[in-house]
Nanobody
């Protein structure tokens, strides 16, 4: 069973930075597509950023130029560097690992950006 554990969330002022980390079990980071999603209250869960096993990345338009996803195969972790944070980035952030049809989620970490 794959386990994903997020860390690094917290409260930050607008314009600040946070770095999220996702620790994965079973040495999957090098082979799965790893992603970060977020869900704000009353809204649907949405993709923030993803990175494939080949290193290709994809970002939501709302975070392009501010967020960076990275992968450390040796440590089996995925990171999300978030800069120039805005109040609208406030959400629970979830780590995802996907290799169709397998799809795994972490429990999430809260990010709150104050104005």
């Amino acid at each position: 069973q794959v386990q994903l554990v997020e860390s690094g969330g917290g409260l930050v002022q607008a314009g600040g930075s946070l770095r999220l980390s996702c620790a994965a079990s079973n040495n999957i980071v090098r082979t799965y597509t790893m992603g970060w999603y977020r869900q704000a209250p009353g809204k649907q869960r949405e993709l923030v950023a993803a990175i494939t096993s080949g290193g290709n990345t994809n970002y939501a338009d709302s975070v392009k130029g501010r967020f960076t996803i990275s992968r450390d195969n040796a440590k089996n972790t995925v990171g999300l560097q978030m800069n120039i944070l805005k109040p609208e980035d406030t959400a629970v952030y979830y780590c995802n690992a996907r290799w169709d049809p397998q799809n795994y989620w972490g429990r999430g970490t809260q990010v709150t950006v104050s104005s």
